[in-house]
């Protein structure tokens, strides 16, 4: 008996562990969605300073994890592991670019929810062709993360009362979350490099594509331009005036978005992909709770019930 106990609690601590590090993540992307939100606000709120303030913030992160890198003299990736750690930076350029612009444009609460519904959907539905169905109280426990996340994130947005500008802001949140989703399952699928690398390579498909795709909002702008060169000057004044509140907040995304991402990575490999993705799709809470202490946003009481339903849901899953 004592012998059968051993050899099962390895098991046990692997789940439990694979739960600590997603909801880790958790609070790291949460921090670091805040970061960003409010970074992209200080870069003007629109795609063009989106981009940049994307650009910056991983330019950062891919220094760092290059210099690390550079210490572990690794190989190079190729076939399969290359590709996809390229196809999720990819997806992340345009999942992350998508969801800051819906933050600063004010709809934070409902873009963060429904981002983060179909981020934890996605990766739940893989897994579980991947790796089996979950047990059903997992699966309740789901469920009620999923009911969780609503609650905690989804509300009205007064900030963007115009229909139509709703409607935009909305499709940003999908666009971002249905990126988000592949971007999960893009690292679970490269984790086989370990937690480091697959890293590296989606921040550099993503700085690559930012910048292409920043390029492409230049042409078209200036294709589109009518203004005068004073104009032009007191824009640029604008940003240089910005650039010391954009490093802070750049700074802030490159340390807790890149920590939230080498967490996940660290959990898909410790255990299933679903438990990792849902656990870690519960940052919206760690958003919130952020915008309450730094912004004197005071949660309601609908948000707090939904962080005891969260709890609930943590429980379920890790049981």
Request: glycine letters at 12%; proline letters at 3%; hydrophobic letters at 55%.
């Amino acid at each position: 008996m004592e012998l059968v106990i051993h050899k099962n609690a390895p098991m046990a601590l692997a789940i439990h562990n694979n739960a600590l590090i997603a909801l880790a993540a958790a609070a790291s992307w949460g921090g670091g969605d805040f970061s960003g939100g409010m970074g992209v606000k200080a870069a003007g709120g629109e795609t063009a300073g989106a981009l940049r303030f994307v650009i910056f913030a991983q330019g950062i992160s891919l220094a760092a994890l290059l210099a690390v890198l550079s210490l572990r003299h690794p190989t190079l990736p190729h076939g399969a592991l290359l590709v996809w750690g390229l196809l999720a930076g990819v997806a992340a350029a345009f999942s992350l670019t998508a969801f800051y612009i819906a933050l600063a444009r004010g709809a934070m609460g409902a873009s963060a929810a429904v981002s983060g519904l179909l981020a934890a959907a996605i990766p739940a539905v893989v897994s579980s062709a991947m790796e089996g169905a979950p047990t059903a109280l997992r699966l309740a426990g789901f469920a009620l993360a999923a009911g969780a996340i609503w609650m905690i994130a989804a509300g009205p947005s007064p900030e963007n009362a115009d229909g139509i500008k709703q409607r935009g802001t909305m499709a940003l949140a999908i666009g971002g979350g249905l990126g988000f989703g592949f971007y999960f399952v893009a690292l679970r699928m490269d984790n086989a490099l370990g937690v480091l690398e697959p890293m590296a390579l989606a921040r550099s498909a993503s700085l690559v594509t930012c910048v292409l795709l920043l390029l492409a909002v230049r042409l078209r702008g200036r294709e589109a331009s009518t203004g005068s060169n004073g104009r032009r000057s007191g824009t640029m004044l604008s940003r240089t005036m910005l650039s010391g509140t954009m490093l802070s907040w750049a700074l802030g995304v490159a340390l807790l978005d890149t920590g939230g991402n080498l967490l996940f990575v660290a959990a898909t490999l410790r255990g299933r992909l679903d438990v990792a993705a849902v656990l870690a799709s519960l940052y919206p809470a760690g958003t919130i709770l952020l915008a309450a202490w730094r912004l004197h946003e005071r949660p309601t009481r609908r948000q707090f019930a939904g962080m005891a339903v969260a709890l609930a849901a943590v429980l379920m899953i890790t049981l």
